[in-house]
């Protein structure tokens, strides 16, 4: 069956606690395992708790995903790990436009009207290994309420597109 058409989690995991998840991550982080995580909206296809937030922690190399779960967005996790994820400079302004294809240029618009008009939205970078990916490539999967969601796979990480989207998604931009 279509991932993205069958509500919930495909996956099974443990459930911890916020310090638990930032220390396991942290610790993969240290030991140089593959890992990488999600924030699942409240509406999100893949929450196993829709209404609140579930920080979704997968370690791929150790064959285990932990869950936390928020009644808010869990912003400071969020940004704890990201830069470990995708580098120092996940958030920094670069310069706009270079290096991104229509296609890109058509998703981040999309986002930017939604979030104009005041519309939930959120993304998900799927790494090749990611549990919620059946494509095995870097797969980027947006959410925005009332549309179906929109799907881009790539080659390699698109650093520069998910680093607009980012900035897009913590108000920076
Ligand atoms: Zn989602
Ligand atoms: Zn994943």
């Not at 409240?42 to 829709?50: A, G, I, L, V, Y």
């Not at 436009?97 to 991104?100: E, F, N, P, T, V």
């Not at 790494?127 to 494509?135: E, I, K, R, T």
């Given at each position: 069956m279509c991932q993205s058409c069958q509500?919930?989690?495909p996956l099974s995991f443990e459930t911890v606690e916020e310090a638990g998840i930032v220390a396991a991550a942290t610790a993969a982080h240290g030991r140089g395992e593959a890992w990488h995580f999600h924030v699942l909206a409240?509406?999100?296809?893949?929450?196993?708790?829709?209404g609140g937030y579930t920080f979704l922690l997968e370690l791929t190399d150790a064959g285990r995903a932990l869950c936390a779960f928020y009644p808010d967005k869990p912003t400071a996790v969020n940004k704890q790990l990201l830069p470990l994820l995708h580098g120092a400079d996940a958030l920094a302004a670069k310069p706009p436009?270079?290096?991104?294809e229509a296609e890109d240029e058509a998703l981040l618009a999309a986002i930017e009207a939604a979030a104009r008009a005041g519309s939930a939205w959120h993304h998900h970078m799927m790494?090749?290994?990611?549990?919620?990916?059946?494509?095995g490539k870097w797969r980027l999967f947006v959410e925005i309420d009332g549309k179906a969601p929109a799907t881009r796979d790539y080659d390699s990480e698109p650093s520069l597109v998910l680093n607009r989207i980012e900035r897009l998604y913590f108000g920076l931009s």
């Open positions: 509500p919930g989690l409240p509406n999100c296809t893949f929450n196993p708790r829709p436009g270079a290096g991104l790494f090749p290994a990611c549990g919620l990916n059946p494509s």
